[in-house]
């Protein structure tokens, strides 16, 4: 059995995809160094997650028996260990007992990353909306600090003294390792290095280029993008489907890139925030966990608008923004068009097998990309 497993429970919305995507693509180099990023794909750990929730194996499917997989990994596996996903920290006081227990007799230690309150609400609304939620910016905000919003996207995954609490019923504070995450305008790569320096790894030889950000939208962008959800109909409201087709692409590749003034939290919110930061900080102090960076990212308030409030977007600027995320698509569109085309003309030509899949597998994406 692996002598020691960090088990990283997010926060989501805390550089969990930059941090994920680098570990992934650098197994090989952190197999040299004595660690072990168990699964076939990064998809397994939240599979993972669901296992340990009961809900991959009520499905059944690939997801059943995920966690199961990984445990089997780690117990061949006789240096240190790694599961990731940022909704492991949503598990209850017995799934985390669960966790400590199947993974014995492996010391267990507990990797939170954290950032300050006021930053992250407007991120979890946002990949709310990308999600499934249509209400206001105003009226997430109501419903998450009243504790009625359920599942990832509230005060489940963010409630940082009480996650905590879960924990340290099974994991002491001195294996739970809490990192702050810098707040805009501070030092580039601190996240990164105080993550290296909490797993102890040697990134001197690590490809850092693999990842990306997984961004914020614009106000305008998160006006738009709540307008168009309750148009979305077909396989678009199917869960799978609608992650890869509308967070993913309209989401992180359309509107994205198009920048757009960065947002906060309505004043009494933004006080309600910072309250409840200083709460955390105060719990994790008097908790004695360790703690990697500064405690004072955590109280950071948000930058100030340049813009408009996402609930106060005009519809003139909603339509500058939806002309030219259909200007892109368009482009996007030929494209892939003309790859297809290509494809399968080398396919009717002779080109083989090599080919003739190819030119299948692009026809499929561009089907895919424009079924009603």
């Known amino acids: ?46 599979q993972a997650f669901q296992q340990i929730r009961g809900a991959a194996d009520r499905r059944g499917g690939v997801g059943a028996g995920a966690w199961d997989r990984l445990v089997r990994e780690l117990k061949s596996w006789d240096g240190v260990g790694l599961v990731t996903h940022e909704f492991i920290c949503m598990a209850t006081p017995t799934q985390a007992a ?60 963010q409630d940082l003294p009480a996650i905590l609490g879960k924990w340290s019923q099974v994991v002491p504070p001195e294996r739970t390792h809490l990192i702050t995450v810098p707040p805009p ?16 790894i040697d990134d001197s030889r690590f490809d850092l280029a693999v990842s990306y950000p997984n961004e914020s939208l614009g106000a305008p962008q998160a006006a738009l993008l709540r307008q168009v959800k309750p148009h979305l109909s077909g396989p678009l409201v199917d869960g799978p489907t609608r992650h890869r087709w509308v967070r993913r692409y309209f989401g992180h590749e359309v509107l994205v890139p198009q920048g757009g003034p960065r947002f906060a939290a309505r004043a009494v919110y933004a006080a309600e925030l910072h309250q409840r930061s200083q709460q955390a900080i105060e719990a994790i102090r008097s908790g004695g966990y360790d703690v990697v960076g500064d405690l004072a990212d955590l109280a950071a308030e948000s930058p100030a608008q340049d813009g408009p409030h996402p609930d106060d977007v005009s519809p003139e600027e909603m339509l500058d923004v939806a002309t030219r995320a259909i200007e892109q698509m368009i482009r996007d569109m030929r494209a892939m068009t003309l790859e297809r085309n290509k494809w399968r003309t080398r396919a009717q030509g002779g080109g083989g097998r090599r080919w003739t899949a190819r030119a299948r597998h692009v026809a499929r994406r561009l089907r895919e990309a424009v079924r009603p």
């Open 98 to 157: 669960r966790v400590v227990a199947d993974l014995a007799p492996a010391d267990v230690h507990l990797v939170i990353t954290a950032r300050a309150y006021a930053l992250q609400f407007p991120a979890i609304w946002q990949e709310a909306l990308k999600m499934g939620y249509d209400g206001h910016f105003d009226q997430f905000m109501d419903e998450a600090l009243a504790g009625e919003r359920q599942g990832a996207w509230g005060l489940a995954s």
């Open 185 to 200: 305008g501070g030092p580039r790569g601190a996240l990164w290095k105080r993550w290296c320096e909490t797993l102890d």
């Open 1 to 46: 059995m692996a002598r020691k497993v960090f088990v990283h429970v997010g926060l989501p919305k805390t550089g969990t995809t930059f941090l994920q995507t680098t570990m992934w693509h650098n197994r090989p180099l952190l197999r040299t160094q004595g660690m072990l990023y168990p699964g076939k794909q990064r998809l397994d750990h939240y």
